[in-house]
């Protein structure tokens, strides 16, 4: 949503993309996007709101995060307000489960997350799919079923850090938490996503608007396989 990325160069912050066709940031005018969707004004106005503070909780609680792509996104919550009775009711609803959710497990919390790309890209939404396609293929990567998934998943891995967790530990040394065997400094981070994109292997193209979540992508087996190919193993 290009005009998302005007919310962040507003805020000092690099509206980077995933997208292969560019990396310059398209300023849209949000009346545009939204000019055939019917919306009463009110609901509208709610909608440019929340989706301007759900950009500015995610830098918040993710400084560091290098692609900014709420395309999807926002026309993800689009979607489910014009679905809903109350469609402002939902879009507050919506608001502050993410809100919650960057809160848990962004750096300023002991999960320690440095990125937001599994979460945005959909890497984190196939994986919960796949693992039950028969009843989750019809869950979008930013339905509130699934987000309310997050969460709950979210206040497990704070009990086990809290627990001294083998798997989950406390961080002791300042770092970012990486459950990954690969390197995930800015620049590894950078390529591997980068080279996922220009391959076609992203779950979800959050740059475009009217993308198709691809659940049914072995994403996770195709992140490792690009690692060892590119050498970021750790």
């Not at 849209?28 to 709101?49: F, G, I, K, M, V």
């Not at 830098?59 to 926002?74: E, K, S, T, V």
Request: aromatic share 12%; net charge negative; charged share 25%.
């Amino acid at each position: 949503m290009p005009w998302l990325d005007a919310v962040l160069l507003d805020h000092g912050l690099e509206p980077r993309t995933l997208d292969p066709r560019g990396q310059t940031p398209r300023c849209e005018d949000p009346a545009h996007w939204l000019a055939d969707t019917h919306l009463e004004e009110a609901t509208a106005r709610q909608l440019l709101s929340s989706l301007e503070r759900i950009v500015l909780e995610s830098a918040r609680h993710f400084p560091n995060n290098i692609f900014w792509d709420f395309g999807y996104l926002a026309e993800s919550l689009l979607r489910q307000a014009i679905a809903a009775r109350d469609p402002i009711e939902l879009i507050q609803g919506y608001e502050q489960l993410y809100t919650r959710i960057m809160q848990i497990y962004g750096g300023r919390s002991s999960v320690g997350f440095q990125y937001l790309h599994d979460f945005l890209y959909g890497f984190d939404w196939s994986k919960w799919v796949r693992k039950d396609p028969d009843t989750r293929r019809q869950v979008g990567p930013f339905d509130r079923a699934f987000l309310s998934y997050v969460e709950g998943r979210g206040h497990e891995l704070l009990r086990l850090i809290a627990e001294d967790d083998a798997k989950y530990p406390r961080l002791r040394d300042g770092r970012y938490r990486n459950p990954f065997a690969f390197a995930r400094d800015p620049a590894a981070e950078s390529l591997l996503m980068t080279t996922l994109a220009a391959r076609g292997l992203v779950p979800v193209a959050a740059w475009e608007r009217t993308a198709v979540p691809a659940w049914w992508r072995p994403a996770q087996r195709h992140r490792d396989e690009l690692v060892v190919e590119l050498g970021l193993e750790t």
